[in-house]
């Protein structure tokens, strides 16, 4: 590696959410790209409705990032990137389902990359996961939630009680749904994803036509609170399944049982099950859309394109290793049932900063036992308390201390 | 493509669960391999305790697979392929977590590839995720459960009330503990694969030495069943992340709250999260061990090493579509409270062959509803069904059916 790493010129087509994000993300991550490929990704132009030459960023670029959606002038463009001789990234789900065949050809005809794990559950690496990890490999069936917008609106249905109308509402207003969502409600923008997993994982053409779709506009609030009754949870799932020597690709809402893996995927994630007999059950999940994730995709993609990182690159950090981190805990502590006690292990975590966030007092007389769950506190001081707790003369066992690992916890 | 694609000579040093699994597999898929990559693999040697010269394997191979396990030899061994210049593919976490930074330089200085996915939650493909997805990412933390041994422990201890004891004993009934379980139940098995995960997520040297840990033994069934009453899961947890410019990288027994994603993970299910401003939040979950699963992922690195696939490779099947397929369903049906309501749309499903999974009533008179989950059926049986339902005098609103996923479905 050069003490100055070549660049490697990326012409952006589209700067919308994910595209003004991969302008903004890609100059802050290229001294990192350099380090593990030996160039320095750089952005060659921009193409928006109103600015820039196609042609102009096709003959300045390696690579084009194509992130404009639509399906007529996008195209056109991967097409005449493709011919060029240039990598190409793109986030088009719709080109794909549609045209994929004809890319993917053309791509291996002129011995260029054409890749696209950004028009799949976003940053949720799945695209990579069956090309790559998978390759292969005898895969029975998918399931995958692969539209954000809809599994929010159906989170939101089952948290509040609101109808499909409300909750559709609140979507658009916290951006997670367009103003005309038709596409995603109705199931159709997770039909052309469906129909690229489908491809990728049975080796056989498919296309957003072979695709029956059914959208969640007819599901009701009543529908959601019922099946709760029977332990299920409602949302809108794309199937891949081979039957025989035939597929069945669709999607429809359909409910899970509390155990299945995507039951827990809640507001806008998206989540791909792969099942295999050799690999049982694989699950992916992650952010399905946003601008930074999106754009972490199709960067992801372009470091790819840009070198396949065939080997382990040296470190370039030597951080050191903290002796002591701030953790939430559980406090189990047997107890002679004294009047006084609970007040007195109250003040000795106060004086070591240690907070209380709930106690369960179980049992009497010397059998008693307290069992407190703290905020996150330096463990150092935590273990101090600890230690003062368990030489009182009320405490009959040695107090049992386990980490509590919170979703809102921050060190 | 020629015809008949030259062969990759694959040796394998190892032939116990894994090796085994390695040998069976590859020829299965060594045409769909050839496919995608232009080269056949084949197995060119094997050695075991008793049998096999590395020497002579060395010499035929083009790529090592070590599936051997333990530092002396194994390191001996790696060393030499890669100063042969053959590409390794290791599943050894001990080797890596103590002698990664040596071999992975070797490699490069060599330029040979040095693979190991299966070294951490065997097919969950967190390594090549972190490599390659998110090559330069800044990563903020990781949390995994990266050992399925313990993992199936807490399980079974959570599930049925079980001791510590009784929990392992029955673990190792059923294979998923051996004989002596030490280095699983201690943590230090978690603590080396999170040393390798911590050192790809963070860019810097990291070794077993620095990664303290914490086992499962000391836990009772009390603290899971206290725990429960929080709404608390207890995991045994690798935690890996950045505080300021250091490092905290750890393994412990900890308490989930019920919303986190490693809080679902069961059995011998290993995952990870991975979190970082631009992702938000990335998991991956699948089985951690297992002769099967664990060779799909050393088979995986495999092709990687063959040729990276840089482009999606033409399709080879055409598969037809299916046209009706096997669903379970719910179905909610409005009724007027009549004698024998129940009994008709029982015989309309038994008619066509739907058999009932569940039933609940809820309200009386003209606002009665029946709302039933249904086994697997064809769905043109049970459409056909819903519509004679649907017609009947009694029916005073359009049945409402929704499919349900179950985990025991099978088409």
Do not use: C
């Not at 990326?10 to 802050?28: F, I, K, N, Q, Y």
């Not at 695709?211 to 506009?217: F, L, Q, R």
């Not at 992916?284 to 372009?302: C, E, H, K, Y």
């Not at 709930?358 to 463990?379: D, I, M």
């Amino acid at each position: 590696m050069s003490d100055v790493p070549a660049p490697f010129r990326v012409g952006l087509l589209g700067h919308g959410t994910v595209g003004s994000a991969v302008a903004g993300l890609l100059p802050d991550r290229a001294d990192s790209i350099a380090h593990v490929t030996g160039l320095r990704p750089e952005i060659s132009g921009i193409l928006t409705r109103s600015r820039g030459s196609f042609d102009e960023i096709l003959a300045g670029s390696d690579l084009i990032v194509e992130v404009m959606g639509g399906t007529d002038v996008a195209h056109d463009h991967v097409t005449r990137a493709i011919r060029a001789g240039k990598h190409v990234v793109t986030a088009n789900k719709q080109l794909l389902a549609e045209h994929g065949e004809e890319l993917w050809a053309l791509a291996r005809e002129h011995g260029v990359q054409l890749r696209f794990e950004a028009a799949v559950a976003g940053v949720v690496p799945v695209i990579r996961v069956l090309q790559e990890s998978l390759t292969g490999q005898h895969i029975d069936r998918l399931h995958g939630i692969v539209n954000g917008t809809t599994n929010f609106i159906l989170t939101q249905m089952a948290a509040t009680g609101a109808s499909y109308a409300d909750a559709l509402a609140e979507a658009q207003r916290l951006g997670y749904a367009e103003a005309d969502p038709s596409d995603d409600v109705s199931g159709k923008d997770a039909a052309a994803k469906m129909a690229i997993l489908a491809r990728l994982a049975f080796d056989t053409p498919v296309h957003l036509s072979d695709v029956p779709y059914e959208g969640i506009e007819h599901l009701t609030a009543e529908d959601i609170e019922y099946a709760r009754d029977l332990d299920l949870s409602l949302r809108l799932i794309g199937t891949a399944e081979r039957i025989g020597d035939e597929l069945a690709v669709r999607v429809h809402p359909a409910f899970l049982y509390r155990g299945h893996p995507l039951a827990a995927v809640e507001g806008s994630f998206n989540a791909v099950t792969i099942e295999s007999p050799s690999i049982t059950e694989i699950t992916l999940s992650g952010p399905g859309a946003g601008g930074p994730q999106t754009a972490t995709a199709v960067i992801g993609d372009v470091i790819s394109a840009m070198i396949p990182p065939a080997q382990t690159p040296p470190t370039r950090n030597t951080l050191g290793f903290v002796d002591d981190v701030v953790s939430s805990f559980y406090l189990h502590v047997d107890v002679a049932d004294r009047p006084g006690v609970l007040a007195q292990i109250a003040q000795v975590l106060g004086l070591q900063g240690v907070s209380i966030k709930s106690v369960v007092q179980k049992g009497t007389g010397n059998g008693a036992r307290l069992v407190l769950v703290v905020h996150p506190v330096l463990e150092s001081r935590f273990f101090g308390a600890v230690q003062m707790i368990g030489s009182k003369d009320f405490v009959t066992a040695p107090p049992r201390a386990i980490r509590v690992i919170d979703e809102e916890f921050t060190a």
